[in-house]
C-alpha cells in the first residue's frame, strides 16, 4: 500500500484529515466501550478521580514532548550552522589556495569559486 499521496496535500487539508480521523477514531471507541464501562461500574459514583489521573498522565507527556521539541530543534540548528562553518571555511581555504596560481587560470577558478558560492547561498 502506497501512502506517499499523503505527502503531496496541502498542509491545511492534511491538517484537517488528521482531527477528523482522530475524532472519529475517539467517538467510535466511545460508543463502542460506552456500554462496557457502564456495566463494569454499575455503582453511581463519579469517576472524576481516574480520568484526573488519566489527564495527568497525558498532560506528563505531552508536556515532556512539547519540552525536548525545542531541543531536537536546537540541535538540529547547531549541527546545519556548524556544516555550513566547514564548507564555507573549506571554500575560503581553496579561493587562497587558487590565488597562488598563475594569472589566466587563477581568474576562471575563482571566477568558478564565486559562482558556486553565490548557487550555494541563492540556490541551494
Not at 477528523?20 to 466511545?30: H, K
Not at 455503582?43 to 505531552?62: K, P, Q, T
Not at 521539541?69 to 589556495?97: F, I, M
Amino acid at each position: 500500500m502506497n501512502i506517499y499521496w499523503v505527502y503531496d496535500l496541502p498542509i491545511w487539508l492534511f491538517g484537517a484529515l488528521t482531527i477528523a480521523v482522530t475524532v472519529a477514531i475517539a467517538l467510535a471507541g466511545f460508543y463502542a466501550t460506552r456500554k462496557w464501562v457502564r456495566r463494569v461500574h454499575r455503582d453511581g459514583h463519579s469517576h472524576n478521580d481516574i480520568v484526573g489521573s488519566y489527564l495527568g498522565a497525558i498532560c506528563l507527556f505531552y508536556g515532556i514532548t512539547l519540552g525536548l521539541l525545542p531541543v531536537g530543534t536546537w540541535q538540529a540548528y547547531s549541527d546545519l550552522d556548524a556544516k555550513v562553518g566547514e564548507e564555507a571555511s573549506a571554500l575560503a581555504a581553496l579561493y587562497r589556495n587558487v590565488s597562488s596560481f598563475p594569472d589566466p587560470k587563477r581568474w576562471e577558478l575563482q571566477a568558478d569559486l564565486r559562482e558556486y558560492a553565490r548557487q550555494v547561498i541563492d540556490v541551494a
